[in-house]
């Protein structure tokens, strides 16, 4: 049986979803979503995506997939094709007894996960903030939304957002 991969991704409403390898909005309401998603969960991010978080998360298996064959930082599985990410992802969540293996960016892991993904656990940002980093277009019928939850602008949240389940249609 092969892990399903499933996609976390915070998207304002430009598709932008980060600028200068910064993320642009502080919503600790989507912090807590992303940790409840990736918890105990091996997770497929870029170099880059790394290194703006800068340590390995806790509570899961950090996969770093990077064309630098020079790279290495403590802690995590250091890969250099999607084919190896995905196969150390299905390895390590076999281990875990993770039900799926998270993708959590960014722009260019984005796209080489969506063909594969069973579900998007999309967070809309309502803001349209200047970025160099966009979410790629995907097929959007290839999916249906399971869920929808709008939240207002809050104390801890700097813009009003929606958690969009989608999962991929059979």
Same mark, same amino acid.
């Given at each position: 049986?092969?892990?399903?991969?499933?996609?976390?991704?915070?998207?304002?409403?430009?598709?932008?979803?980060?600028?200068?390898?910064?993320?642009?909005?502080?919503?600790?309401?989507?912090?807590?979503?992303?940790?409840?998603?990736?918890?105990?969960?091996?997770?497929?991010?870029?170099?880059?995506?790394?290194?703006?978080?800068?340590?390995?998360?806790?509570?899961?298996?950090?996969?770093?997939?990077?064309?630098?064959?020079?790279?290495?930082?403590?802690?995590?599985?250091?890969?250099?094709?999607?084919?190896? *990410? #995905? +196969?150390? $992802?299905? /390895?390590?969540? !076999?281990?875990?007894?993770?039900?799926?293996? *998270? #993708? +959590?960016? $960014?722009? /260019?892991?984005? !796209?080489?996960?969506?063909?594969?993904?069973?579900?998007?656990?999309?967070?809309?940002?309502?803001?349209?903030?200047?970025?160099?980093?966009?979410?790629?277009?995907?097929?959007?019928?290839?999916?249906?939304?399971?869920?929808?939850?709008?939240?207002?602008?809050?104390?801890?949240?700097?813009?009003?957002?929606?958690?969009?389940?989608?999962?991929?249609?059979?």
């Amino acid at each position: 049986m092969t892990i399903p991969l499933i996609l976390v991704v915070a998207v304002a409403e430009n598709g932008v979803i980060g600028r200068d390898n910064q993320l642009l909005w502080r919503i600790k309401t989507d912090l807590g979503r992303f940790r409840r998603l990736t918890m105990g969960k091996p997770m497929i991010m870029g170099r880059k995506t790394f290194q703006s978080i800068g340590k390995p998360l806790p509570g899961r298996e950090t996969i770093v997939l990077t064309r630098d064959a020079g790279f290495v930082a403590e802690g995590v599985h250091v890969v250099h094709t999607w084919e190896e *990410a #995905v +196969a150390k $992802g299905g /390895e390590l969540a !076999a281990r875990m007894g993770a039900d799926a293996v *998270a #993708v +959590a960016g $960014g722009a /260019e892991i984005y !796209a080489l996960a969506l063909p594969q993904v069973q579900s998007i656990f999309l967070t809309r940002v309502q803001a349209t903030p200047e970025g160099d980093a966009l979410f790629p277009d995907f097929d959007r019928s290839q999916f249906r939304e399971t869920r929808r939850e709008d939240h207002p602008k809050g104390p801890d949240d700097e813009h009003p957002f929606t958690f969009i389940d989608l999962e991929r249609r059979r």
